[in-house]
């Protein structure tokens, strides 16, 4: 043991004579303290607060200020700050508010950043939402009551504005051109603990977590509090908010995503101009496209989105997409999984006249549509058809239908199909319910019930065969393995 640390000074010598790839990969390390000193000056920590009756009603807790607490205890600022004494512990110690007059206590702490100079900020959704009270503190210590100048839900970026001028800001980059394996920093206020700076790299980019956006996921540690701090690349730039972690703890376990910075800036632009953000919508209810339901419809690959259902009187009803039909591209954009869909037709102005191509009964259609706007609220699925008389299931699917009275018909807006009475065998095994409405056998659409038994007479044994069944007000595509 004590030959082998005699020798480690040499083979330190000669790993730096022969180990150029080591020497290349220290010189190059980022210069982080340099990096901070440059932008730290803009990013902020935002406190919220509301008011106490407010957060009782949330269902928020009001724990007790810890009684005999000195205020030489190290944990007597974090109690006095997060959990604030209750109306019955004394004047003293709580700085109690005027009497009858709804106590204001914290409700959340977060991060932001400075993107210009008269004191626009920007943070997370969440960070402010349900906030009477938005303080933004400078790392300089200055304390800044904010003003919410608009907030969008499906992003999860708000937008606030500080009164002054000169504030310092941090320049926005592209994060189109951030390479996974690149350094990057995020700097917030965990815990509470403001000014934490860490870094890590870009572990994939695209993710999907099946939010609105595409996500750029790090190794960067973040924690609650984190969250509407900036992502920064090496460059001093913003690429990204910080917004979610995946946890099993409710602590940071490796994973973090960012909110690409670009899509964040075109949301507070819209947020700056008219307080809200406009999207577009075409009016589809979609899913992904499986393997399973590829190949038997004679698609060569799983990309597209599977419309499950089509609004009644929207853009996609009247530019004549069906239920089943599969969106492959739309304005010109391919559409490789679901949701592609909806951020790409979120981002389209409406009133634009787009091309949207699907593949229906195994063949390529194109369809011209008009965009619409996007409404504040959405209507709720009727419930499922009730059956009334079994029917009979022994055919190779297991399953028995009926006719579909014209009149369900009319409130599923489906053109025909078959009412499921009866699910047996392979059809349960796949996941099918009474009351389903079958609609399409493979690429065939089932009109009637001797349409359905003849369609099923002709399904090869060896190969599953996919059913387009209505569920409610949407529709899925069923894989099948005939008996």
């Known amino acids: 043991m004590r030959l082998l640390f005699s020798m480690l000074p040499a083979l330190f010598a000669a790993s730096l004579l022969f180990g150029g790839g080591s020497v290349q990969a220290r010189t ?112 300089d210590k200055r304390e800044h009551k904010a003003r919410l100048i608009g907030s969008d839900k499906r992003t999860d970026v708000a937008l606030v504005k500080i009164e002054g001028e000169g504030f310092p800001t941090i320049a926005i980059g592209d994060p189109k051109k951030l390479r996974v394996g690149e350094w990057v920093l995020a700097i917030g206020s965990p815990f509470g603990l403001e000014n934490t700076v860490t870094a890590g790299i870009v572990s994939a980019k695209g993710r999907d977590t099946g939010d609105y956006l595409p996500f750029i996921q790090t190794d960067v540690a973040v924690n609650p509090g984190n969250s509407g701090g900036p992502l920064i690349n090496m460059s001093g730039e913003v690429v990204g908010i910080n917004s979610q972690i995946y946890s099993r703890t409710g602590g940071f376990m490796g994973i973090s995503f960012a909110i690409p910075v670009d899509e964040v800036m075109n949301v507070a632009d819209q947020l700056r101009a008219t307080g809200r953000v406009v999207r577009g919508r ?129 409130e599923l807006r489906v053109r025909s199909g078959v009412l499921i009475e009866v699910v047996e065998g392979p059809a349960a095994a796949a996941g099918l319910r009474e009351g389903d409405v079958l609609l399409a056998i493979n690429n065939n659409e089932v009109e009637s019930v001797p349409k359905f038994n003849a369609l099923v007479a002709k399904l090869p044994r060896d190969k599953a065969a996919v059913l387009l069944v209505q569920r409610g007000d949407s529709a899925q595509y069923i894989p099948v393995e005939p008996r």
Do not use: C
């Open 28 to 139: 190059t390390l980022p210069e982080f303290p340099d990096l901070v000193e440059r932008v730290g000056p803009a990013v902020v920590n935002i406190r919220t607060t509301a008011r106490a009756n407010r957060l009782a009603a949330r269902g928020m807790p009001d724990f007790p200020f810890p009684e005999g607490l000195d205020e030489d205890d190290p944990f007597f600022e974090f109690f006095r700050r997060f959990f604030p004494p209750r109306e019955d512990q004394g004047p003293e110690r709580r700085g109690a508010p005027a009497p009858g007059e709804g106590r204001q206590v914290p409700r959340g702490v977060g991060s932001g950043f400075i993107i210009s100079a008269d004191g626009y900020v920007l943070t997370n959704h969440h960070v402010v939402d349900g906030a009477e009270q938005i303080l933004v503190t400078l790392t």
């Open 282 to 410: 075409i009016g589809v209810g979609i899913a992904d496209v499986t393997k399973e339901v590829a190949e038997p419809l004679g698609l060569p690959n799983d990309d597209g989105a599977l419309v499950r259902s089509v609004s009644a009187d929207g853009p996609a009803e009247e530019g004549g997409v069906q239920v089943g039909d599969i969106i492959l591209s739309f304005n010109g954009r391919e559409i490789t999984k679901a949701s592609d869909l909806p951020r790409i037709v979120g981002g389209t102005r409406p009133g634009s006249e787009v091309q949207m191509e699907v593949w229906r009964r195994g063949e390529r259609v194109s369809l011209t549509l008009t965009v619409g706007e996007m409404p504040a609220d959405t209507a709720q699925a009727p419930e499922p058809p009730q059956p009334d008389q079994p029917a009979d299931a022994s055919n190779a699917l297991g399953l028995g239908v009926t006719r579909l009275d014209p009149e369900r018909a009319r």
